[in-house]
């Protein structure tokens, strides 16, 4: 239930909602003091939560011998709610893109959330041209946990496919991090330095842009698109590349 609790989250729920809406997907249908048992809620937090899932229609809610019965409505609902959300994003970015009267020079980008830091990670290697340059400044231990090993393994298996060359400067290299180089078939190379300040967070250097990532939680990427920008930082990590050992 944790897993689907997590899904829902990442739908808009909150995990309150998320909960509640798992224990009536349980049952038939279900009065407030009942989700108040199965829960272990307080009743304001039950109450709350019961008028906000009623107003997103995600739940029905009836009276018997005057008591209120709340009950699921179809769950197909939370599908039919993304794809309005996505309707209407894209009428909101074509509306946008309207008003764009000058050449953008620059982009900044915020991910937010472990979905989309994975997310941005997998776009970043389908998008890199075979044979390019990855520069990493610092690599967080925590990095293998939020990806995961299915995905790691496969962003490595794409990045030796397409021959993508990484250098990474980082204040320690651990097991992981030296196992993960072994795998790359040669294509990472990487440095332990001084000059790396710490290990919660690491900024990705590639031809067009930069990606500051910070691998405390809340998890977040902030990746500006600027080839300008791109340049003087890698000028400013091969000068680092360069200086150590």
């Known amino acids: 239930m944790t897993e689907v609790n997590k899904k829902l989250r990442e ?15 349980k049952v038939e249908k279900a009065k407030a003091g009942e989700i108040i048992k ?20 995600l739940i029905a809610v009836s009276k018997e011998d005057g008591v209120h019965v709340y009950k699921l409505t179809d769950p197909e609902k939370l599908i039919r709610d993304q794809e309005d959300r996505v309707e209407k994003s894209k009428k909101l970015v074509k509306y946008i893109s ?28 389908q998008r890199i041209k075979s044979g ?20 790691g393994e496969r962003i490595q298996k794409v ?11 980082a204040k320690n290299l651990d097991k992981k991090d030296l196992e993960y180089i072994k795998s790359s ?3 990472i190379e990487a440095k332990e330095s001084e000059l ?22 809340p998890y977040f990427i902030v990746e500006i698109i ?14 680092i590349w360069d200086s150590t050992k």
Do not use: W
Not at 47 to 52: F, G, K, S
Not at 132 to 151: N, Q, T, Y
Not at 196 to 207: F, G
Not at 227 to 239: E, G, I, R, V, W
């Open 98 to 125: 309207k008003l764009k009267t000058i050449p953008e020079m620059q982009k900044i980008i915020v991910h937010e959330g472990q979905s989309e830091f994975l997310a941005h990670t997998r776009n970043t290697y």
């Open 159 to 169: 990045s030796n496919f397409k021959k993508i060359r990484s250098k990474i400067l």
């Open 196 to 217: 790396v300040a710490n290990d919660t967070n690491s900024i990705e250097i590639l031809e067009d842009r930069i990606a500051i990532k910070s691998f405390a939680e």
């Open 226 to 239: 600027n080839p300008q920008l791109a340049k003087n930082y890698q000028k400013y990590f091969d000068f």
């Open 38 to 57: 199965a829960t272990g809620f307080h009743r304001n937090i039950i109450y709350n939560c019961l008028e906000e899932l009623t107003k997103l229609s």
């Open 11 to 25: 739908l808009g729920l909150t995990y309150n909602q998320a909960t509640i809406y798992l224990e009536l997907a």
């Open 132 to 151: 390019d340059m990855v520069r990493l400044l610092g690599i967080s231990p925590k990095f293998h946990d939020i990806m995961a090993e299915e995905i």
């Open 185 to 187: 078939q040669g294509y």
